[in-house]
């Protein structure tokens, strides 16, 4: 059996989709031109609160500078970065903002710092509630390359707005304005992102953006830090070794903990739906891996009154889908992974996962489909991870799972 499973919808929606530009409200008229370009998302994270977590590691700065470390997807040489106050309360103060190719740890490669301004302004004050996006800047980035972005905050500022799970370590440096030093100072580290959602690259007529809605398992809790094996990675690299595919860049929207229906470790996946795939630029295919949070947290004492069906779960899904289709995206279901032995699961939850999954398989409501069980479960125990996928916990795949669930994703579906 394939991984990748399409409906009609999928092959209508590959043979159209030269009628979408630069996503979801730009139709083009006629072909593209050899010298048209546009904007499209090369790295981005979901922006968090402290909804119901204990928050990030570093919770507040003060005359501080955060450096913060991002693999890219796409190449390009002119950049631009979305920074985010979007769950902030007060108005953000950013004194300086930098980014430069990463040399590794809190270094960076001498001579490719550049300066980000904010309408010719070096610096500027977010409010509350808003994202700001900085001036395009020019540095060469080759695809798949890291960048080090660095942020001074020269008031006291609390960390309102980060993202939990970056499996990547930022610095945080001594007192001062350190965003242009080859090596920073560093005062503190953690494995979070601190108001940044996005990186940009302006990119050929026909370049576009895959965005990966998920939880923690799109997120890649339990895969090395600093090493970039998310499943998301492996599809990034599978794309760029594949002919013609390096024109697409693939966004990772996960959030440890995250929902369909209901708020836990950030908004649930309908809530934040605009703001995680539609204000994407360039975005033209969504993939959901949606779900198993919502059955494993029905079984959990304190989410009782959140106990949601398998029905439930699936009318969430269509309204994803219907709200892709609406802007003429391209939206792909996952299939959702084994837990049997983790925490949460339950022989109730198990036929939960199996009556979405069933739907995501037949219905030919989504336009194909990705199936991540079929990759990740053991043949002997198909309620069970694949021991050589397991993290142990029996809900994570490890890096070698990421690896297997990144690649089984069929290049058919991305290409015209």
């Known amino acids: 059996m394939r991984s990748i499973r399409y409906t009609l919808r999928s092959l209508f929606a ?32 979901s922006p968090q609160g402290t909804i119901a977590s204990s928050g990030p590691e570093v919770k507040s700065f003060e005359d501080q500078t955060i450096r913060q470390i991002v693999r890219v997807s796409m190449g390009g040489d002119t950049l631009r970065v979305r920074f985010s106050n979007e769950l902030g309360r007060t108005p953000l103060v950013i004194g300086a903002a930098r980014i430069a190719l990463s040399a590794g740890g ?14 010719g302004a070096t610096s500027i004050t977010v409010p509350a509630g808003a ?5 395009q800047v020019t540095l060469h980035v080759p695809p798949m390359a890291d960048l080090a972005i660095s942020l ?30 080859v090596d920073m100072p560093t005062a503190l580290k953690a494995v979070n992102w601190y108001f940044l959602s996005g990186v940009s ?61 209901n708020d836990h470790v950030g908004r649930n996946a309908l809530a934040r ?76 939850g198990e036929a939960k996962r199996q009556a979405v999954n069933e739907w995501i398989r037949t ?23 694949l021991p050589k996928y397991d993290s142990g916990d029996h809900l994570h795949p490890n890096d070698a799972g990421y690896q297997a669930m990144g690649e089984a994703v069929d290049l058919a579906l991305f290409r015209r």
Not at 106 to 119: H, N, Q, V, Y
Not at 222 to 234: G, I, K, L
Request: avoid cysteine; proline fraction near 6%.
């Open 273 to 348: 739906f605009d703001q995680d795939v539609v204000s994407r630029p360039g975005v033209r295919y969504v993939i959901v891996l949606e779900g198993i949070n919502d059955i494993g947290f029905s079984e959990t004492s304190g989410f009782r009154n959140q106990n949601v069906s398998a029905d439930e779960i699936i009318a969430g899904h269509r309204q994803l889908i219907a709200r892709a289709h609406e802007l003429g995206l391209t939206i792909y279901g996952a299939t959702l992974t084994p837990f049997e032995g983790a925490g949460y699961a339950s022989a109730e």
């Open 14 to 45: 590959l043979a159209v989709a030269t009628t979408v530009l630069a996503g979801p409200s730009v139709a083009q008229e006629g072909p593209p031109r050899p010298g048209d370009r546009h904007w499209v998302g090369t790295w981005a994270a």
């Open 201 to 261: 690259v302006r990119a050929p007529a026909n370049a576009a953006a895959i965005v990966t809605l998920g939880n923690s398992i799109t997120d890649g809790f339990a895969s090395t830090v600093d090493a970039n094996t998310r499943w998301p990675n492996f599809l990034a690299r599978h794309l760029r070794d594949a002919h013609q595919l390096d024109r697409l860049s693939v966004l990772d929207e996960g959030i440890s903990g995250n929902r369909v229906l």
């Open 363 to 385: 219905s030919g409501e989504y336009d194909g489909v990705i199936d991540f069980d079929e990759v990740t479960r053991d043949p002997a125990h198909p309620s069970r991870f």
């Open 106 to 119: 809190a270094k960076i490669e001498p001579g490719s710092s550049r300066s980000l301004t904010f309408g």
């Open 131 to 135: 994202p700001v996006l900085s001036d």
């Open 152 to 181: 001074y905050l020269p008031d006291s500022t609390a960390a309102t707005t980060y993202h939990e799970l970056s499996v990547q370590t930022s610095y945080v440096s001594t007192p001062g304005d350190h965003t242009d030093a």
